[in-house]
Nanobody, 123 residues
Framework: QMQLVESGGGLVQAGGSLRLSCTASGRAFFRYTMAWFRQAPGKEREFVAT????????TYADSVKGRFTISRDNAKNTVYLQMNSLKPEDTAVYYCAADRTAYTTQVTGYTSWGQGTQVTVSS
């Protein structure tokens, strides 16, 4: 497991932008697949985006495609989620996740999780 710490959440007006960061411990960050998930009150945790370590392959959920961008900086042990054109339905706790071997959109595929950062989008 890795220790993951998210930052960058907050309250923003609809149509605005936020950039989330997730910094990981460990020397082998570049060997991990990284992902973002989110969970709204009363809802199941859902996939947002993932990026592989080997070639930077990226997958987005249909609900965020075209608005969100995931990226990673291996030198800083950090993964980012740039969120543009935010909507009230994007309101949720956003979680960073990592896995040593898997490249997947499933919650069960990830072994390391951050504590989450709250994103609230007002109408």
């Amino acid at each position: 497991q890795m220790q993951l710490v998210e930052s960058g959440g907050g309250l923003v007006q609809a149509g605005g932008s936020l950039r989330l960061s997730c910094t990981a411990s460990g020397r082998a960050f570049f060997r991990y697949t990284m992902a973002w998930f989110r969970q709204a009150p009363g809802k199941e945790r859902e996939f947002v985006a993932t990026i592989s370590w080997s070639d930077g392959t990226i997958t987005y959920a249909d609900s965020v495609k075209g608005r969100f961008t995931i990226s990673r900086d291996n030198a800083k042990n950090t993964v980012y989620l740039q969120m543009n054109s935010l909507k009230p339905e994007d309101t949720a706790v956003y979680y960073c996740a990592a896995d040593r071997t898997a490249y997947t959109t499933q919650v069960t595929g990830y072994t390391s999780w951050g504590q989450g950062t709250q994103v609230t989008v007002s109408s």
